[in-house]
């Protein structure tokens, strides 16, 4: 099974700065099956991106992901204040029919 | 408007099965390509996923928890049930049902279960 691994565990940045965040796998995956989630404490994950680069509803365009094969970037241009969260990557296998998530980036202000 | 929201006990005791039920509306489980999934989350650790159920029927598992994971749905009541057996401390988290895609859409709230003796 593929195993994903985020980095950094933990990123300081000022409101106003870009964050950049990776997912890395273990194996190729393909693009149209990795997925973006913002988690604020207390609550569920919210969907951010699908299929690597696209946003869901309701996203700003601050959100972008882009990347393929076994590297993704979710990068937050112009950091808002409610931006400070967790965000974790995932991914589906197609052929084992599984589901895969990161351990998480913790984006906390500096 | 999609919402789903999970309900069971909150504390259950070591070697008990754990039984979830998801109830959501503003979709059908009857359409063609609606699915529902599990996912839990231990306290201040990463997500699971734990298992899906399509329209069709079709359920799919956690290989490392498969022996232990029963889903199942009722169109008719929009819910679906997932089953844990010999349920463990390691297993304490905040349990999820989403709906689901390639992806989860839509999140339920999240529901604490505690497994203590």
């Known amino acids: 099974e593929t195993v994903l691994t985020q980095s950094p565990g933990t990123l300081s940045l000022s409101p106003g700065e870009t964050a950049t965040l990776s997912c890395r796998a273990s194996q190729s995956v393909t693009s149209n099956y990795v997925a973006w989630y913002q988690q604020k404490p207390g609550q569920a994950p919210k969907l951010l991106i699908y299929g690597a680069s696209s946003r869901a509803t309701g996203i700003p365009d601050r959100f972008s992901g882009s990347g393929s094969g076994t590297d993704f970037t979710l990068t937050i241009s112009r950091l808002e204040p409610e931006d400070f969260a967790v965000y974790h990557c995932?991914?589906?296998?197609?052929?084992?029919?599984?589901?895969?998530f990161g351990r998480g980036t913790r984006l906390e202000i500096k | 408007q999609v919402t789903l929201k999970e309900s069971g006990p909150a504390l259950v005791k070591p070697t008990q099965t754990l039984t979830l039920t998801c109830t959501f509306s503003g979709f059908s489980l009857m359409s063609t390509g609606m699915r529902v999934s599990w996912i839990r989350q231990p306290p201040g650790k990463a997500l699971e996923w734990l298992a899906r159920i399509d329209w069709d029927d079709d359920k799919f598992y956690s290989t490392s928890l498969k022996a232990r994971l029963t889903i199942s749905k009722d169109t008719s009541k929009n819910q679906v049930v997932l089953r844990m057996t010999n349920m463990d401390p390691v297993d304490t988290a905040t349990y999820y049902c989403?709906?689901?895609?390639?992806?989860?859409?839509?999140w339920g709230q999240g529901y604490l279960v505690t497994v203590s003796s």
């Open positions: 989403a709906r689901t895609i390639e992806y989860f859409d839509y």
């Open positions: 995932q991914q589906y296998g197609r052929s084992s029919y599984t589901y895969a």
